[in-house]
């Protein structure tokens, strides 16, 4: 069940950044996240009202409280650096830096937790390929002859934040219901949001944005709160080193959508690049 809603994961978050891309054509990166956020945080909250599961919370533990609130910082600091890069470059290349975080994850799983050990060499073998398929997909060589680097560094910091995420919601949702741990997260997410929306005095951007621009960030927001939702049920009930490269392969859906919305073409490099991703990926999630 939990390699299915990684899957499903996966579909949601490749929706996401397409939508999210739509939604920053004209719109500050900053709005738009504290914007999207405020989305999920109403999505979040609902399914927790819904399936009743807000009556768990005064049997959270305080050591769970500061991995969910460390782990939601983590998020909010991945977001603001990830809506940035896409802001500034391709998609295609932005999602491949970002999931890059993966390899980190993966990585620090295996050193940190006893459980995921399990074919731990294995795991390396494949963790490889994934890691040599997204150095082809970013082409960077060839990116920085034409485009500014800036996008690269902000999709690197928002990978290295994404891996801290994963481990730290790890740890804060144990014995805690899936659900209301997202929700709970997405109200420090929110907060860091806005705050720097406030901070940086970029409220007035507001008034720029075109209700076609709000449609897509209101769309990207209830897709981000699906695939939170399928994400951390998974990481909840399976191996992070597993459900982490599962979680990644929302790149395809992403690639996909950029060809014929965006136009944007893979070179041939960048497509070997994709498929050592999906099969080291697809061999990860069957062989261990």
């Known amino acids: 069940m939990w390699v299915v809603a990684a899957i499903f994961s996966a579909l949601f978050a490749g929706i996401t950044t397409i939508l999210s891309k739509c939604g920053l054509k ?89 459980a995921e050990r399990i074919n731990w060499y294995l795991k390396l073998i494949f963790l490889l390929c994934i890691g040599i398929g997204t150095y082809l997909m970013t082409d960077i060589k060839n990116a920085e002859k034409n485009e500014k680097r800036t996008w690269f560094i902000f999709a690197l910091l928002s990978a290295i934040f994404a891996a801290a995420t994963s481990l730290l919601a790890s740890i804060g949702i144990q014995n805690v219901d899936s659900n209301l741990g997202t929700a709970i997260r997405t109200i420090v997410v929110f907060i860091l949001a806005w705050v720097i929306v406030f901070f940086k005095k970029e409220i007035h951007f507001i008034q720029n944005i075109n209700q076609k621009e709000v449609l897509f960030l209101i769309l990207s927001g209830v897709a981000t709160g699906a695939s939170w939702l ?25 690639v996909l959508f950029s060809y014929f919305v965006f136009h944007e073409k893979l070179s041939m490099k960048s497509f070997i690049g994709l498929l050592l991703l999906i099969e080291g990926t697809v061999c990860m999630a069957i062989f261990t």
């Open 26 to 114: 004209n719109t500050n990166s900053n709005l738009a996240t504290a914007l999207r956020t405020s989305i999920v945080l109403l999505l979040a909250w609902l399914i927790v009202w819904i399936t009743g599961a807000f009556k768990t919370i005064t049997d959270i533990r305080f050591k769970s409280w500061i991995f969910l609130i460390l782990s939601g910082l983590a998020t909010g600091a991945s977001w603001i650096c990830y809506f940035k890069a896409l802001s500034l470059g391709e998609v295609s290349k932005v999602a491949a830096v970002d999931k890059s975080s993966a390899i980190l994850s993966v990585l620090l799983a295996i050193i940190l937790f006893p």
């Open 230 to 254: 399928c994400y951390y049920f998974a990481i909840q009930q399976g191996q992070i080193s597993v459900v982490v490269p599962i979680d990644r392969l929302s790149i395809l859906v992403t």
